[in-house]
Structure formats: structure tokens, C-alpha cells
């Protein structure tokens, strides 16, 4: 238990002690909410969608925890790089409870940075149908948080150094987002791109989220769950796996 | 009764990488309570060797006994027996000395009321105790050095493993690192197994040598040993003659090479 509490206390106290990270983090999200948000609103409302900014400030939220849960699981390459990997490797604990504690960790920091991006959201004009729906937005936060945790650690074990990163991001993270429904409604798209959209699981997230705090579901809550949570499980236990087979 | 002090035992160690043999029918062993170097050219196979014997890397075949615990089936006793002090700096800048210590301690499983007595005390041993609440990456190489040996320590191992401790650290620095590291050995009556380049320093600390080359082990003994079997003046005099004059180029088995491409495309 205490390896857990230990290895999730760093990733807490990397998060907080690293400043310029978590502004830029904010940045991203709050780019899209005004560029997107703002610029396409017009439009949006003329073609009878009703509030754009309404519609694509859950997808907003998610981005973020998309993207701050994949960098924490991407860290394990950093600490290759910087040697770290090897003092964690070399203690007489079990890899699954480092890795228990690392995504853990990973998910607080994500599920906070979620959180910080919804109030900047409700400050921009968003406003959810309730606020009662709050701890059930959170828990899908958590299960996106936990999904894209463990498939960091998995890209990280896969890789050997931070040169394929550019390919990750290009070929992985940005299509995760992008073709997630976060920034598009999904009646009336290509039946490709719904299929695309069906095949990633960022929009079950977004969906989610969307559902709890508008309540406009394109899938249904169950579904959402059911695919989040399996999905979860089996990233994690294949990260797990993976890191496991790690030496140093 | 000799068995018994053997508190490390490799027979017969192979590590192949993809058709490159790094380390070839390694046998040796360590006495309990002595300081061991184990010396050799680039490339030999030393950071190989150690990285089985820490349980970081699985040998091909052959056995390792670690404090009596076999290196591959019992890790986690056996991790729980060493101490290390790896070749290139393993500490996390972004936390503190203190929360350097501490991680280790609470996966080590050191218990709480121990732990910070233990931290206190080896922060002082090692003249970094008015440091403990700075972050590490504000640390010289020197100072980050001497936490990764109070960190190695701090599960009150009885072995420590110390692979090329003084690489780049001043003379003044050097000196301090071996006058510790005999000081260990004397008081807590650790075992040290250390690799080094600079020969002069196993020559002044280390009771028994072994010099791997090419993977294989060359020669041991002590110091007089191998001076005698070579007929020569010092340790430096002796390893040359055994392992040649020739400049040798880090030979690519998985790892190097891949650090190697790393910094060719920096």
C-alpha cells in the first residue's frame, strides 16, 4: 500500500512543482474555447445547432485529461532518459503496484486539470444543465484519465527514447482527439467518419461527459461505461504487462 | 563454513544480445566484508554483469546467489540484500534530497520511525544534511553522487554496488568518495563490489580484483596476485599487460548501441 501512496505522491508533487507545464496545459484548452468556441459559434447557431460553446466545452474538458493522463504515462520514457527508471526497478516491489500507483497518480493530476478547465469553461459561459451531475462527470473523467494513462505507459514501454514522439502525437494522440465527436456533432457525417468516430475511444469519454453535463448523449450512458471501463482494465493490465518486461 | 561467506556467487553467467555475446562463462565469487573491484576495458561486459547481478537485466543461463538468494527466482530478496549506485545519475531533479530518501526508504519497506532516523543520519554522513530540503537538480555532480550512496544505504544493505563511482568527480572529490566508502566497509562491514577506471583507486582500496575482458574473466586475485603473475610495478602495469595496449572502441550490444545512435542524431 505505502509503494502505492509513494509512487502516486510523485507524480502529485512533479505535477504541482511544474509551473510552465500546468499553464501551457491550460492554454491548449482555453485556445480551443475561444477559437473554436467563439469563431464557430455564428455558424453553429445559423445552422440551428443552438450554443456551439454549450456543445464543445465538455469536449474541451476531455482534451485536457486526454492530454495531461497520456504525458504522465509517456513519462516513464523521461525517466529511462534520466535514469530514475532504474531506481524504481531495483526496489523489492511488485510492478503492479508501481504501476498501480503511477496511473493512479496520473489520473488525480488529469481529474484536476479537468476540473481547472471546467471552471474556466463555466467562466466562458458554459453552463451544464446541473450541477448535481458533477460526481458522475468525474468518474467518467477518471475512467478516460485511467484509459489514457495506461496507454501512455504502454506507448512508453514500446518505445525506446523520446524520438517517436513526434509520430505519437501526430498519428495518435491529435486522431484520438480530433476524430472523438469533441468538435463536431455526429448527425449527418460521412458513414466513414462515424466509423472512425465509433472506433475511438475518446468519444465515449466526450460522450460521456457531454451526457452528464448537458444531457445530449450521441451513444447512451450505458455504453459509455461499459466500452470505458473494459477498455480501461485492459489497458491497464496490458501496461502492467509491459512494464513488467521492462529492464535497465 | 566457507560457503558461508561467500555473499556473492556467479557460475557460469552468459548474456547474449541478438547473436552478440556481451558476457561469456563468468564464474567468481565475492567474500562477505570485503571490498571486490571488478575492473576492465570498455566494453568488457562489467555494467552487463552488474546489471544481472541487480536483477535489471536476466542472464541467458548460468546462476547468481545474491546473499544466498538467487537472482533470478528470489528478486525481491535479493534486491532487498544490495544497495547501487549506478554509472549514470538515477535521482528524480524535480524532488528534494529528502524526498529522494524517502521514496527509496518506502519502497525498500523501511519502517517509518527507522526510515527518518536512518535518512538523518546518512544525510549527515554524507555532508548533505543542510541540503536536505533543496531540489536535487540545484545539486553538483559530487553532491548527487554522495545522495545515491546515502541512498544506497539507506535500507541497511549488505552489499553495496558502486559501478565507476568517481567517474567525473573532482580529486578532492574522489578522495572524500573512497575515505566513505572504506569507512563502510570498516564500521557497518558492508560488502562493496565496485568497477573503476582509474586503477590506481582499486589499487588502494580493493582487497581482491577480478579484470573481465571480451565478456570473459582474465584474471583474480589480489593486487600482489596479479602483479606477481605479470611480473609487473602497479595495478595499471598489470591490467595493461593483461588486456593489451590497444584503444578500445564500446562494443554494441543492445544498450550502448542504442545510446550511441542516440547521440549521433544529437
Redesign the interface.
Known amino acids: 500500500m505505502?509503494?502505492i501512496?509513494?509512487m502516486w505522491l510523485?507524480q502529485i508533487?512533479?505535477f504541482f512543482?511544474?509551473r510552465p507545464r500546468l499553464i501551457s496545459s491550460l492554454g491548449q484548452p482555453m485556445l480551443f474555447l475561444i477559437a473554436l468556441g467563439f469563431g464557430l459559434g455564428p455558424i453553429f447557431q445559423r445552422a440551428g445547432q443552438g450554443s456551439y460553446l454549450q456543445f464543445l466545452a465538455p469536449g474541451v474538458i476531455a482534451m485536457s485529461i486526454l492530454f495531461t493522463a497520456i504525458f504522465t504515462g509517456i513519462e516513464v520514457i523521461w525517466d529511462r532518459q534520466?535514469?530514475?527508471?532504474?531506481?524504481?526497478?531495483?526496489?523489492?516491489?511488485s510492478r503492479l503496484e508501481l504501476m498501480i500507483g503511477k496511473t493512479l497518480g496520473g489520473a488525480t493530476v488529469a481529474i484536476f486539470q479537468g476540473l481547472l478547465v471546467l471552471l474556466i469553461t463555466l467562466l466562458a459561459g458554459f453552463r451544464p444543465t446541473s450541477l448535481f451531475s458533477t460526481p458522475t462527470a468525474i468518474f467518467f473523467m477518471f475512467l478516460l484519465a485511467i484509459v489514457f494513462t495506461a496507454l501512455g505507459v504502454v506507448i512508453a514501454s514500446l518505445l525506446?527514447?523520446m524520438?517517436a514522439f513526434q509520430l505519437v502525437m501526430n498519428f495518435l494522440i491529435m486522431p484520438l482527439y480530433f476524430l472523438s465527436g469533441a468538435i463536431f456533432p455526429l448527425e449527418g457525417v460521412p458513414r466513414a467518419l462515424l466509423t472512425a468516430v465509433k472506433l475511438d475511444p475518446m468519444s465515449y469519454g466526450v460522450d460521456g461527459l457531454r451526457g452528464t453535463l448537458t444531457g445530449i448523449w450521441a451513444f447512451s450512458p450505458l455504453t459509455d461505461l461499459t466500452v470505458l471501463s473494459i477498455l480501461s482494465l485492459v489497458l491497464f493490465f496490458l501496461g502492467s504487462w509491459l512494464f513488467a518486461q521492462i529492464?535497465? | 563454513m566457507i560457503k558461508e561467506q561467500k555473499i556473492i556467487e556467479v557460475k557460469n553467467l552468459f548474456k547474449e544480445f541478438k547473436g552478440f555475446v556481451a558476457v561469456k562463462d563468468v564464474s567468481f565469487f565475492v567474500k562477505k566484508g570485503e571490498i571486490f573491484a571488478f575492473l576492465g576495458p570498455n566494453g568488457a561486459g562489467k555494467t552487463t554483469t552488474i546489471r544481472m547481478l541487480t536483477t535489471l537485466l536476466r542472464p541467458t543461463s548460468g546462476t547468481i546467489l545474491i546473499n544466498g538468494f538467487d537472482a533470478i527466482t528470489q528478486k525481491d530478496d535479493a534486491r532487498r540484500s544490495f544497495g547501487i549506485v549506478f554509472q549514470d545519475p538515477s535521482l528524480d531533479d524535480e524532488l528534494t534530497a529528502w524526498e529522494n530518501m524517502e521514496f527509496h526508504g518506502i519502497l525498500c519497506q523501511v519502517p517509518a520511525e527507522i526510515r527518518k532516523k536512518r535518512i538523518e543520519e546518512l544525510l549527515e554522513f554524507v555532508e548533505l544534511k543542510d541540503r536536505k530540503n533543496s531540489l536535487v537538480k540545484t545539486f553538483s555532480g559530487g553532491m548527487k553522487r554522495r545522495l545515491e550512496i546515502a541512498r544506497g544505504l539507506l535500507h541497511h544493505p549488505k552489499i553495496l554496488f558502486l559501478d565507476e563511482p568517481s567517474l567525473g568527480l573532482d580529486a578532492q572529490t574522489r578522495n572524500h568518495l573512497w575515505q566513505y566508502i572504506q569507512k563502510l566497509n570498516r564500521e557497518e562491514n558492508i560488502t562493496v563490489f565496485l568497477t573503476t577506471h582509474y586503477l590506481e583507486e582499486a589499487e588502494k582500496v580493493a582487497q581482491r580484483i577480478a579484470i573481465i575482458d571480451h565478456g570473459q574473466i582474465i584474471a583474480q586475485g589480489t593486487t600482489l596476485d596479479l602483479k606477481k603473475q605479470t611480473k609487473t610495478q602497479s595495478l595499471e602495469e598489470a591490467f595493461l599487460s593483461l588486456t593489451g595496449h590497444g584503444i578500445r572502441e564500446e562494443e554494441a550490444n543492445g544498450q550502448s548501441a542504442f545510446r550511441l545512435r542516440h547521440q549521433l542524431r544529437r
Open positions: 505505502e509503494a501512496y509513494i510523485r508533487k512533479r512543482r511544474n534520466f535514469g530514475f527508471l532504474k531506481e524504481t526497478l531495483v526496489v523489492p516491489v525506446e527514447d524520438h529492464e535497465a
